[in-house]
């Protein structure tokens, strides 16, 4: 329902203008990191990930001025899976969802995630190749809600070309943690 809520926002031309994150919205002209971490929660995820009915999110700022992120598990088996396959994602200003051609505001883009980030949040582990289904084409196109919270649906968008889209699990509720806040 969130997401429905969401693109109610679509509809007045003055509400669209409006950002799902300060890291886009602020100019990354500056030499600092920055950080934003949210608390994320979905039901419906298959079994495989059923770690994503419950997981965190970081989305930080990069030298090069492109922003990405990282999803990250709350149980000790995700943390030792973190470590070994991270599941990083590249943040993209983003107008529709390509599957249904509903509009969007952002999408976080999977691909393989071999990425080449130069400079990385402390604790964070390098970048390396993503997990089935994660290495599917899998992009989360983004909504914003309301100050601090974010609505995404998942979908698995398939490397081949006559692959039908589908959705990787239920829509996403993403919730700023302003406890966490970081400038590094």
């Known amino acids: 329902m ?13 509400l669209v203008k409006k950002s799902a994150s300060t890291l886009l919205s602020n100019s990354n002209n500056d030499a ?13 995820g298959p079994m495989p990930i059923s ?3 419950s997981f965190r999110k970081a ?16 149980s000790v088996f995700d943390a030792f899976t973190n470590s070994f396959t991270p599941l990083y994602f590249t943040v993209r200003q983003l107008k529709e969802v390509m599957s249904t051609e509903q509009p969007c505001d952002l999408a976080y883009e999977f691909g393989d995630g071999l990425y080449d980030i130069k400079e990385l949040p402390q604790g964070f582990p390098r970048p390396n190749k993503h997990i089935y289904p994660f290495n ?7 909504r914003y809600l309301g ?14 070309l006559e692959q039908v889209p589908r959705k990787l699990c239920d829509d996403i509720l993403m919730v700023k943690d302003y406890t966490l806040l970081q400038d590094q």
């Open 32 to 44: 600092v990191m920055k950080l934003e971490y949210y608390n994320c929660r979905t039901s419906g």
């Open 147 to 160: 100050p601090g919270v974010l609505v995404g649906q998942a979908w698995q968008e398939g490397k081949k």
């Open 136 to 142: 599917d084409h899998l992009v989360i196109y983004v």
């Open 59 to 74: 989305i930080f700022s990069s030298k090069d001025g492109k922003a990405y992120g990282r999803l990250i598990g709350g």
């Open 51 to 53: 770690w994503i009915n």
């Open 2 to 14: 969130a997401w429905q809520i969401a693109g109610t926002r679509y509809e007045n031309s003055k």
